[in-house]
């Protein structure tokens, strides 16, 4: 049997997520219709909800007396990511010529790619299994 340090499985399952939806993303605008479209979609958000499995629960595993805490801040930073993530797709599309140009959608879902990748990598050069902040009273 397999025995895995739970910071590593937390990567390896991180990594999955963020590879397959990474892949999936630039599966995207090559979509010869609606039935491959939603595919690709639905396959790139699934294996989103699948990396949740590494990174969303690894708060509890640093702080787990201040998991709402870290799980806050980490909230407010991808809510903002996601606003900024609007913005900066229109400013590519234009770029590229509109949203009528395939190009521009490719060029846009390679920026999330890419993004997905990095923080693989961050995360993967980061991130701990075990409880790095816990106050003893």
């Known amino acids: 049997m397999l025995k895995m340090k739970v910071g590593s499985g937390r990567k390896v ?25 939603v595919a690709a979609t639905t396959l790139s958000l699934g294996a989103l909800g699948f990396s949740r499995g590494g990174f969303s629960v690894n708060h509890m595993d640093i702080a787990p ?29 234009d ?22 990748i990095l923080a693989m990598i961050v995360f993967n050069l980061f991130a701990r299994g075990e409880r790095l902040f816990d106050v003893e009273h």
């Not at 201040?66 to 991808?78: L, P, R, Y």
């Open 65 to 93: 007396r201040f998991a709402g805490v870290v799980m806050g801040i980490s909230n407010t930073a991808g809510t903002l990511s996601g606003v900024i993530g609007v913005a900066v797709t229109g400013i590519i599309l």
């Open 95 to 116: 770029w590229r010529g509109g949203a009528d140009n395939i190009s521009g959608w490719y060029s846009a879902h390679a920026v999330a790619a890419t993004l997905l």
């Open 13 to 37: 399952v991180n990594s999955i997520g963020f590879v397959a939806a990474a892949a999936c993303l630039m599966l995207m605008p090559a979509a010869s219709g609606v039935i491959p479209g």
